[in-house]
C-alpha cells in the first residue's frame, strides 16, 4: 500500500503523514498518466505501480476523492481514501 498526499507541496512540507509520498494533484493532475521515466524527474521517487494500492489523502478529503477519480482514469484499480484525511490524522494525535 502506498500513501499519498496530494497537497502542495507547501503544504506537505509544513507537516504530513509518515512515509506518505506528495503528488500535488492541483498542480500536477495528469500526474499518474505520466511515463515513468519523467514521473521521476518531476516528483523524485519512482511512479507506483497500476498493481499498488494507493490511498489518497489532502486536506479535508475533496482533493483526494479528485485523485481517486484521477487514478482510476489513469488504470489503477485498488485505489482508497483516507476520508477523514490530515485534519482528522492531526485531532487523532497524529
Do not use: M
Not at 9 to 30: F, V
Not at 69 to 85: D, M, N, P, T, W
Request: proline share 9%.
Amino acid at each position: 500500500r502506498i500513501l499519498i498526499d496530494v497537497r502542495e507541496p507547501s503544504e506537505y512540507l509544513e507537516s504530513a503523514i509518515p512515509t506518505a509520498l506528495n503528488i500535488p494533484i492541483t498542480s500536477h493532475p495528469d500526474a499518474l498518466l505520466l511515463p515513468p521515466d519523467e514521473f521521476q524527474d518531476r516528483f523524485g521517487f519512482e511512479k507506483p505501480p497500476v498493481t499498488k494500492e494507493v490511498v489518497f489523502y489532502c486536506k479535508a478529503g475533496v482533493r483526494s476523492r479528485a485523485a481517486g477519480v484521477l487514478a482510476r482514469q489513469a488504470g489503477y484499480e485498488r485505489v482508497g481514501e483516507y476520508r477523514g484525511s490530515f485534519l482528522e490524522w492531526v485531532d487523532r494525535g497524529g
